[in-house]
């Protein structure tokens, strides 16, 4: 019969086991008194064995790196001498300073990892509820401010350059036109009138007939100070997808 095997999850590995005893001690981790370190170390593999719990490899491999720090802290410290008498090698190496920065390294992982765990208790006793529809509470003022639905300003200058890129395509080379001025409010007015043609809605190229650049610049301005004022809404299925303008009930160009 097999003997009775227990994996011990107490820690999570040797690095655990070793922090563990360095704060059981009370001791600097910058300056680890390895020989005692060491030897609870040992009582700890040892008692692991005498109870046949099933000890990975990891824990035998850090025990023979303790028993080797210990060897070499136990040596005498050796200073070769160079040519010059005033002259001397700097001391070995301290060999604790790979474990120490392996200790250190992780102690930040396990110290952020219960940070991440506790915070995900505390979101655990929150609940949240659905979105609710709050069309009813937006006052008017607020619905001004809504400028643009389902479409960003960035998403109308994109139309206003494609649009006037294909006027200028269409435009013949040579042509002769009068000066015209067009007011922005007048404008306004013209839209809301050809969006009714359109029974309420209709594409953005469609509200700019008149190929001059003053026109459509003016058109642009008015679209936008309808948007402002909730007269007009503008939708875009996708991005860069062409933009619908659709009339609304109860805004003002004002």
């Known amino acids: 019969m097999d003997p009775y095997s227990v994996k011990l999850d107490a820690f999570e590995g040797p690095l655990d086991l070793l922090l563990h005893l360095i704060n059981q001690a009370e001791v600097d981790i910058y300056d680890i008194p390895v020989a005692p370190i060491t030897d609870q170390y040992m009582n700890y593999v040892h008692a692991m064995q005498e109870l046949e719990l099933n000890i990975a490899s990891e824990y035998?491999?850090?025990?023979a790196t303790l028993l080797a720090i210990k060897s070499k802290m136990l040596l005498p410290k050796q200073q070769e001498h160079l040519f010059d008498e005033d002259l001397m090698m700097e001391e070995e190496e301290d060999p604790r300073d790979e474990l120490m920065y392996r200790l250190i390294e992780y102690r930040k992982y396990k110290e952020a990892a219960n940070?991440?765990?506790?915070k995900e208790e505390r979101r655990?006793?929150?609940?949240?509820?659905?979105?609710?529809?709050?069309?009813?509470?937006?006052?008017?003022?607020?619905?001004?401010?809504?400028?643009?639905?389902?479409?960003?300003?960035?998403?109308?200058l994109a139309a206003y350059q494609k649009l006037?890129?294909?006027?200028?395509?269409?435009?013949?080379?040579?042509?002769?036109?009068?000066?015209?001025?067009?007011?922005?409010?007048?404008?306004?007015?013209?839209?809301?009138?050809?969006?009714?043609?359109?029974?309420?809605?209709?594409?953005?190229?469609?509200l700019f007939p008149v190929p001059v650049r003053s026109h459509i610049v003016v058109t642009f301005l008015a679209i936008l100070e309808l948007m402002k004022t909730n007269a007009i809404r503008c939708e875009q299925e996708e991005n860069f997808s062409d933009i619908t303008i659709y009339r609304t009930e109860g805004g003002t160009t004002h």
Do not use: N, W
């Open 60 to 63: 035998l491999v850090m025990a």
């Open 115 to 118: 940070d991440l765990k506790e």
């Open 124 to 156: 655990s006793l929150i609940h949240t509820r659905p979105p609710e529809d709050l069309e009813p509470y937006i006052s008017d003022d607020e619905r001004r401010e809504i400028a643009i639905q389902g479409v960003s300003l960035f998403d109308m």
């Open 164 to 206: 006037v890129k294909r006027k200028a395509l269409k435009a013949p080379r040579m042509t002769t036109v009068k000066s015209q001025e067009y007011s922005i409010e007048d404008r306004m007015i013209e839209v809301l009138e050809e969006l009714k043609t359109f029974k309420g809605k209709c594409r953005f190229e469609e």
